[in-house]
């Protein structure tokens, strides 16, 4: 085959300048990024050109979605803020109660107590001075009736203990019941 039958597929050196090769390889690229974006097109909301029923475009469409979503974050965080405080509220509340009643019941346990001691005391003294049987049997009625009403006072001190913290903590209870509710509430808005 003759040498001048073929063509060759890229102009030699010396025949096409270096800014025209530069030029005609920007163009070859180009037409091929064309070609390829026209294959590789994706589906566009509502079928491309169509406007959006609602008039929004994408750019739009994101903004409202953030601003819903950054209005529901804003009233959930105030929810759980009002929950929070209300807890503290009780919390403080119950706390300077117990502390009220402590001091109360204090006072009726060192009642108590000095009952007790006086009342034992006095069954020491009556335990010396029994002489006969008679004395005796007196005396285990007298040191009964006091066991009596030395266990009846420390139990009037432990019920009121009792009620006094089951009373102290009713607003804690009543509003941590209450925070699981209201925060359901602000998830479901």
């Not at 601003?67 to 009233?75: C, F, I, N, P, T």
């Amino acid at each position: 085959m003759p040498a001048d039958t073929i063509a060759p597929s890229r102009p030699a050196p010396s025949q096409a300048t270096a800014p025209d090769a530069v030029a005609a390889q920007t163009a070859a690229s180009q037409a091929a990024s064309k070609a390829t974006a026209t294959e590789k097109a994706r589906p566009q909301p509502n079928g491309g050109n169509r406007p959006r029923p609602d008039g929004l475009d994408r750019s739009e469409e994101g903004a409202a979605t953030f601003v819903q979503a950054s209005d529901g974050l804003k009233r959930i965080g105030a929810a759980c803020m009002t929950v929070g405080s209300d807890n503290i509220a009780a919390l403080t509340e119950a706390g300077a109660l117990a502390g009220r009643l402590m001091t109360d019941m204090t006072k009726s346990y060192i009642d108590a107590v000095s009952y007790a001691a006086v009342t034992y005391a006095g069954l020491g003294r009556d335990c010396l001075t029994c002489r006969t049987p008679a004395d005796v049997v007196e005396f285990q009625k007298k040191a009964l009736e006091g066991f009596t009403e030395t266990y009846e006072a420390s139990s009037k001190v432990y019920s009121n203990l009792f009620e006094a913290f089951s009373t102290a903590f009713e607003p804690l209870m009543a509003r941590a019941a209450d925070g699981p509710e209201r925060m359901f509430r602000a998830f479901a808005d």
